[in-house]
């Protein structure tokens, strides 16, 4: 916007110290300052007189908007947080990033064992039921518990450096969904060895049950993150009710359809259950990845015969989701607006 | 014609004390509604424009509110009341190397500190040589950021964020880094900064930092803006402020506070510009035990002439005030060219002299049997303080100039007597 050519060519009466770097090939625009700074240091004014300038206000009222708006500027700053933790994560052992493809396949492993030979429950495939559902949980349940304690692990950032702190709380679900990538990778293998195929024709819904998953763990970050900083006892209550509560409450270990909809029907309380934004989407991931919706027949002689999922149609996963998805777009709303509120006193508080 | 750069308006910061800090839920429902706390207001209603291209120092002694204001400039905290419009890129220096991770390379800190600052990948590319070349860690850029030293880790900090491409840049008393050469670099980059026409705002706690690179100068007092103007003046206030500081200091070690009151006709001082508002002007310390009454520089065997020759011998006589008998009382004397550039201190106490003074006038006389300079104005700054520096009882600056006229043919500062010959390069072989 405004032109800096006449401050530009002010030459300098004392060089700087260092000597000049070996000159990079300068691009034309360069050629016409000739400001012996200019020259001697290539990031110089050459490039900047063509940039347009980002006018930012600092005030305790801003608006979701122009907030989203320095987020999205910020992305790649988002991009480098996910892979400094990746990085810090595995940063000096030998193995490094393979650990994050171990883990899953050990899980999956002693699950294989356990249900397979010691806790059989008859249902075939079972650890493949069971797996589909923790994909989604697990990149739910760290995504949220890392994303409450975030704004105080980083105290010595959010008081010394300024970005917008959102990028923060986002930063953890995003590395949450990089672990999640590993498990799916994990978990193809596996699907490969014990050849189950899952619902190829379906498996557009993984991304339409994904989608209101990161909207509504992104938006429990920014609500938790910011109330985590004045409320330390957020980050407990958290890690105690998402990790033991909410993961009961949704169909993972144990199936809607064959455990608890006959119960919740008789009493009248399905809606109850259904309230519980991931259980749609937990839901949505079995009905792919297991891909059994009729009778299975069961080697147990209490339960001969037992549906796991329920017979829906594509089309009601994909209201359920929607729902979830309107549902997890006003949580994030509401979760800017607190964050946005809260976050002005960050800096004092930590 | 500039752009304001940076817009401070009507901006209050303010802290609540909490007497005692209940973070956990069981403690805020147990003393729910009666936390004590006491308001603290960092900083005051403060207004001032940085023009495109300008450089504006920050003054204040501890606690007056500097890092706070820039905190909320850097957008590091949100002000209380009031709002700043930055236009263009900003990169806050408000601690060197704050946005590292200790678990990463050098390398791979300067892409996640560039980021912080606003870059892109790219433009970190672009001057990533430059950045590493500039703190000169060539050798060790691969290696983790938590083996670095301490200077390593500063120098690393500062070359990433000057480095960058920002169009105002903040910095809070960081340049007292790393050696005087590295030093010496970064002011050589804030220069060049300047004459690119970028916006530096700008704390230090030397007042010989802000004389020599601002345009401009704000002084803050107990969060409230006193001042605003040429580095000069602001100095001067800021010294004011200083001085404010040292007599309650004084009162409380001699334990009698000099009952004189303060004079109502004084006229006030007047910094700022018109826009700011009207800004508090600090009231004239009446309370100081000896003061400063007067300062001239005589030069005996000049006659009629206003000015000295190169060489010629200068008399600087201050005479001061005392309001109560003081014990251990120090003279300073500086002298100073146009550019505020310091060229001598000296004082009594250096001089082995030491001086009880008594309740009432007296003078003292340092005598200076040539003067080596050549050409040019010089300014005396004199002050008083207590023998051990702690305490400062005045301050003036400038308080007296005197003029040089070089009778020769030398160029440059200073005279130093030299001879020339001519020698044989044959004799001197063998």
């Not at chain 2, 230090?204 to 107990?222: E, K, T, Y």
Request: glycine content about 8%; aromatic content about 10%.
């Amino acid at each position: 916007m405004a032109s800096k050519a006449s401050a530009s060519s002010t030459p300098v009466a004392s060089p700087p110290g260092p000597p000049p770097p070996p000159a990079p090939p300068e691009p034309p625009q360069r050629v016409a300052d000739l400001s012996p700074m200019a020259e001697e240091f290539p990031d110089g004014t050459g490039g900047r007189e063509h940039r347009e300038k980002i006018t930012r206000v600092v005030s305790a009222h801003i608006n979701v908007r122009a907030r989203l708006l320095e987020i999205w500027r910020s992305r790649e700053l988002l991009v480098y947080l996910v892979r400094t933790e990746i990085k810090v994560k595995y940063k000096n052992s030998v193995l490094g990033l393979v650990w994050s493809m171990i883990a899953p396949a050990m899980t999956l492993a002693v699950y294989t064992v356990v249900f397979g030979v010691f806790l059989k429950n008859g249902i075939p495939n079972f650890v493949i039921f069971l797996f589909s559902g923790l994909l989604l949980w697990n990149f739910f349940q760290t995504g949220v518990i890392a994303a409450t304690g975030v704004v105080v692990n980083n105290a010595g950032l959010v008081k010394k450096v300024s970005f917008p702190r959102e990028i923060l709380a986002l930063a953890a679900i995003g590395s949450a969904g990089v672990f999640l990538f590993f498990q799916i990778c994990v978990m193809a293998i596996f699907m490969v060895v014990v050849s189950n195929a899952p619902a190829w024709g379906l498996m557009w819904l993984l991304v339409v049950a994904f989608i209101p998953c990161v909207v509504l763990s992104a938006a429990l970050a920014l609500l938790l993150a910011s109330v985590n900083v004045y409320l330390r006892d957020t980050q407990h209550l958290i890690e105690v009710l998402v990790g033991a509560a909410w993961f009961w409450a949704c169909p993972i270990v144990y199936s809607y359809q064959g455990t608890v909809a006959a119960k919740l029907s008789k009493h009248g309380l399905t809606w109850l259950f259904f309230l519980n934004p991931m259980t749609p989407l937990v839901m949505t991931f079995q009905r792919v990845l297991y891909a059994k919706t009729g009778l299975v027949r069961l080697t147990t002689v209490t339960h001969p015969k037992e549906q796991l999922l329920p017979s829906w149609g594509p089309l009601t996963y994909v209201w359920a989701d929607a729902a979830v998805l309107g549902l997890g777009v006003v949580l994030f709303f509401i979760g800017m607006n607190v964050f946005g509120r809260l976050a002005g006193n960050f800096a004092e508080e930590l | 014609m500039a752009i304001n750069a940076v817009e401070v308006q009507e901006v209050s910061k303010r802290f609540r004390l909490y007497h005692e800090k209940y973070t956990s839920l069981k403690e805020k429902v147990i003393h729910i509604g009666r936390t004590p706390y006491e308001d603290l207001w960092a900083v005051n209603d403060v207004s001032f424009d940085v023009k495109e291209g300008e450089t504006v120092g920050i003054l204040g002694r501890n606690g007056s509110g500097k890092s706070t204001l820039l905190k909320c400039i850097c957008g590091v905290l949100q002000p209380t009341s009031g709002q700043v419009v930055v236009r263009g890129q900003l990169a806050g220096l408000l601690e060197l190397g704050a946005g590292f991770q200790q678990d990463l390379s050098g390398r791979e800190n300067i892409y996640l500190n560039g980021s912080m600052l606003g870059m892109s990948k790219k433009d970190v590319d672009r001057v990533f040589d430059d950045i590493v070349e500039f703190a000169e860690l060539e050798q060790f850029i691969d290696n983790q950021v938590k083996f670095y030293s301490s200077g390593m880790y500063v120098r690393l900090g500062f070359a990433g964020a000057v480095n960058g491409d920002p169009d105002v840049l903040v910095i809070d008393e960081v340049l007292a880094v790393g050696d005087e050469r590295f030093q010496r670099k970064c002011m050589d980059r804030i220069r060049l900064f300047q004459s690119q026409g970028r916006t530096i705002l700008f704390v230090s706690h030397s007042p010989d930092q802000v004389r020599a690179i601002c345009n401009r100068a704000v002084v803050l007092s107990g969060g409230q803006m006193i001042g605003l103007g040429p580095p000069g003046e602001a100095v001067r206030l800021f010294r004011e402020t200083l001085l404010e500081a040292g007599d309650t200091l004084t009162i409380s070690e001699h334990d009698a506070p000099p009952d004189t009151p303060p004079e109502a006709g004084a006229p006030p001082l007047e910094y700022g510009n018109g826009s700011t508002g009207s800004p508090i002007v600090v009231a004239p310390v009446d309370s100081r035990p000896v003061r400063i009454t007067a300062v001239t520089a005589r030069h005996p065997g000049t006659g009629e002439r206003n000015y000295l020759l190169t060489g010629e011998p200068i008399t600087v006589r201050v005479e001061f005030e005392a309001s109560s008998a003081t014990n251990g009382v120090v003279f300073v004397l500086e002298m100073r060219d146009t550019t505020a550039s310091m060229l001598l201190r000296t004082d009594t106490d250096q001089l082995d002299a030491h001086y009880d003074v008594p309740e009432g006038p007296g003078a003292v006389e340092f005598s200076f049997d040539s003067i080596p300079f050549l050409d040019g104005e010089y300014d005396l700054v004199v002050g008083i303080q207590s023998k051990l520096g702690g305490v400062q009882y005045d301050w003036q600056e400038p308080a007296a100039q005197f003029e040089v006229m070089n009778p020769g043919k030398a160029v440059g500062f200073i005279s130093i007597p030299h001879q020339v010959a001519m020698v044989s390069v044959a004799s001197d072989a063998r």
